[in-house]
């Protein structure tokens, strides 16, 4: 069968596993291929959301450096202060951790201190002092990677490490092992993560798995051959090389003249973009994989392009959830979602409300969030169980859970979990709760990030 996405996102977290109860540790060094890079990032987005399985907290800071200490500095504090008023919103984090007994004293930034590294770890320490058995979790600031061509972060992570770094505060980033942007040695102080991981191969087993694939390489040995090489360029950042290889590719794909071989040709371009994090690219290629898909199910609704398209939907949404843009997100999987019941395709029903449900919870919209949980879970009770145990549906179920205690009265709850005795017996909570996702453990977690 080969290797996974899943299976290597596995080896990610087993290796931030091998680290966790390190308490020494103040730095941690992703040093990953480029094609290796994204992967790495879910996996920090899932430590910072609800389902995260480990206790410590991310935060995770998208200033960009551009060379000035200062700047840089005063801006990261700047952003954390952000976080708890969010468009001039009453203050929904606090708010949050208030409603879970999480909150054992009040909490505000102070707005008045010198935007430093030093006054945020001051900050952070004060804040993490205000939750309830902060003793158990460290707050790891997780600064994303900067881009192939962006400044080389190496003296600013050497000068902050040398300084004393508070207890329970912890630093996370990922470093390109071909291009060295913190090239620090490891030490007392930083550790250093070089999981064995073969995106490539697990990239290409997707792309076999893809219809668009299964109907298209048996035509043409130079198709096949082309798409390898595609695939292959995303072990490296290199825009220009992707370009004339892609292009290769829709020029090969247009002799063959089928329309499934074209459309996709635009996916599996839109995935290597994404590959090698050149969203703009990755967007276009969606986009007109979108398009063409649409034009074609409109003119015969028995075309076989469904799966492209919905590809495409959640490529293109994974990349607006990428840029923060939730709002455009919901729109795609509200589409997606309309488009299976039309087909009856449960799976991605349940995948669509899901990720919808998701969504709305980030946004502190909690009635909307269950609504759109509840749709999922219920499209996912017409699953098989071996589908059910080995898929999205348990997070669903949590979830609609969690925010059924959360929004919605004693009763409500207990309704909610006899049509899970219903539906899969009196072991239900076997089945849909586990030690990842404890209840303690999402609302932590979620308490903090819902913003």
Sequence with gaps: MGTSVAQEFYKVQDCWKEIDQNKKWKLAIWSVGFQDVDIIDKFIGVETSPLGKFEDIFFHFETEYKGDDDVFEEALYKEYVSWFAPNGKPDEILDALRND??????????????????????????????????????????????????EDLTDWFKATIKQDIPDGIRLVTIDYAEQRKVNIRASSKVVILKPQLNMIEALNNEIEKGSYISNTVGADGRYRQQVRTVINCSQSANTTQMDKEVGKLLDIS?????????????????????????????????????????????????TNLYPIWRGAVMLKAANLLGRKERKKAIGLYEKMAEE????????????????????????????????????????????????????????????????????????????????????????????????????????????????
């Excluded at 089928?258 to 839109?270: K, L």
Aim: a neutral charge.
């Design 254 to 302: 247009k002799e063959m003249t089928d329309i499934t071989t074209i459309v996709g040709t635009y996916m599996i371009a839109a995935q290597a973009y994404f590959y090698i994090r050149n969203n703009e690219k990755s967007d276009k290629y969606a986009d007109q994989t979108i398009t063409e898909c649409e034009k074609e199910m409109k003119a015969d609704p028995a």
């Design 101 to 150: 007994g999480l909150l054992i004293s009040e909490y505000q930034p102070n707005k008045r201190l010198k935007g430093t590294v030093e006054n945020l770890w001051k900050e952070m320490v004060r804040f993490k002092s205000c939750i309830k058995d902060s003793d158990k979790f460290h707050f790891c600031a997780y600064f994303q990677p900067p881009r192939t061509d962006g």
């Design 340 to 451: 299976a019941i039309n087909r009856a395709d449960t799976f991605f029903i349940m995948e669509g409300y899901r990720l919808i449900g998701y969504i709305y919870y980030e946004l502190n919209q909690l009635t909307k969030a269950f609504e759109n949980t509840l749709l999922a879970v219920a499209a996912g009770a017409y699953l098989s169980e071996d589908v059910i145990k080995q898929s999205t549906f348990v997070q669903a179920a949590n979830l609609a859970l969690l925010l059924a205690e959360k929004i919605r009265s004693p009763e409500d709850v207990k309704v909610i979990e006899e049509q899970f005795e219903d539906w899969f017996g009196k072991d239900w909570e076997s089945l849909i709760k586990n030690d990842n996702t404890s209840k303690s453990k999402i609302r932590r977690k979620a308490s903090i990030f819902s913003k």
